[in-house]
């Protein structure tokens, strides 16, 4: 009985274990993914409805203290960061690409934003 049970369990999770999976956008010219980039992101979905572009915090080696801005302004480089937003539609949710160093680095769906 109990080697059935381990049987049982061993497959359910064969069955119904998914690793994640990363978010795609998907085109008129195809998906795009994370690690595409700029380039290929724009000729897949087109222009965004909006850009923006800003420097991500520089953090301290081994920790999660940002660099104060004074000293990352003067001695750490920032971190380009640009967020394009595609509106896909009624009943479709937002679509917001995250850019780091020139390529997807994540896709997020919402109502709004973030």
Known sequence: MKHALIT???AWLV???SPAQAESLRCTQGSAYEGDSRVSVLYKCGQ???KDTF???VYFPG???PVPSPFAQSVVPCLPVELWVYD???GNLIATVRF???VVQSISYGRQPQ
Do not use: K, N, S
């Open 8 to 10: 049982i369990g061993m």
């Open 15 to 17: 069955l119904f274990y």
């Open 48 to 50: 965004p409805a909006l």
């Open 55 to 57: 420097c991500d915090p």
């Open 63 to 65: 920790t999660l203290h």
């Open 88 to 90: 896909r539609g009624q």
């Open 100 to 102: 780091r160093g020139g």
